[in-house]
C-alpha cells in the first residue's frame, strides 16, 4: 500500500468516527458511575463511549478507573520502601532474580533512547519501548520496578475501598515507572534570548500506561504467585517512609543537560 492511499484510508477513517461522534445517541443517557447525573458520552456530541460522561472517561484514561484516584505518595511509598528493601535481603531468590532479568529484558528491548520532545506520533507501543529505553538510559534500578508492582498489590490489599481490577493494578504501577523514567530536561546557555531550558515530560495517561503496566506485571507475575503474601506478612507496609528507595539504589534525579 503506498504512502497516499494508507494517508487517505485514515483520513476516512478519522472523517467516519468523528460523523458517528457528532451524532448523539438516545440509547447512552446515562454515564454509569454510581451517582452521576451526566450522560455517557455517547449520548452527546463528544465521543462514542457508551459507559461514562467526559469527566469520568478522563478520570479511566489517567488514574485505570473512572472513580478511583490514584495513590498519594504519602500512601504508596511505605510500600515501595519496605519491597525494596525485601528485594535486597533476598536477591538470590530465583524468583526475585527472575524478576529482576524480566525487567533487565525489557530495558534491553527497549531500542534507542529517545528525548521527550522526540515521541509525537508514536504509536502507544513506541511510546512504551521509548519508557524503558529511558529507564535504561538514566540506569534506574530494576529493582525499583519490581517494588512499583509489589507496593501496588500490597497497597489495593490493605485498601478497604479498593480497586481490583488489573486495569488500575497496571496504571498505578505503570505511573510509578512514568515517574522514575521522568522527562528531557535541557539548557541553552547562550543565544539571541539569553539562558534558555526546556523541560517537557511525556502525558501519563492513555493506552501507554496500560502496556507499561503490563509488561510490569509479566515481569513480576511469577515473583506474586510464589511470595507476595509472604513479604506481606513480613513487611507489613506501615513503617514510615519519606524517601519510596534506600539511597544507595540508583534513581533518576532531574538533571539538565
Known sequence: MTSIAKWKRT??????VKRRAAEPSHLFKMCRVVGCKKPARAGTQDGLDTRFCRSHADHRARHGSPYKRSFTAAEINPYRRAAVEWLLAHENDRWVRNAI??????????????????????SPEERTRKAWARLRHHKVAPHLLVAAWLAVEMAIRNDPQADGTKEFK?????KI?????????????????????LHVYPASRG???????ADLE?????LCDHHLAKIQ?????????PRATPRSLSVRRRKIA
Do not use: C, M
Request: charged share 35%.
Open 207 to 213: 493506552q501507554v500506561l496500560r502496556h507499561i503496566g
Open 170 to 174: 497496571r496504571v498505578q504501577a505503570a
Open 11 to 16: 483520513k476516512r477513517r478519522k472523517d467516519e
Open 177 to 197: 515507572a512514568h515517574r522514575l523514567a521522568s522527562g528531557t530536561h535541557k539548557e541553552w546557555a547562550n543565544g539571541p534570548a539569553g539562558r534558555r531550558e
Open 101 to 122: 532479568d524480566r525487567i533487565e529484558g525489557l530495558y534491553r528491548n527497549g531500542g534507542q533512547h529517545e528525548d521527550a520532545f522526540r515521541l509525537r506520533g508514536l
Open 218 to 222: 509479566r515481569a513480576v507475575e511469577l
Open 233 to 241: 506478612a513480613e513487611t507489613k507496609g506501615t513503617r514510615d517512609a
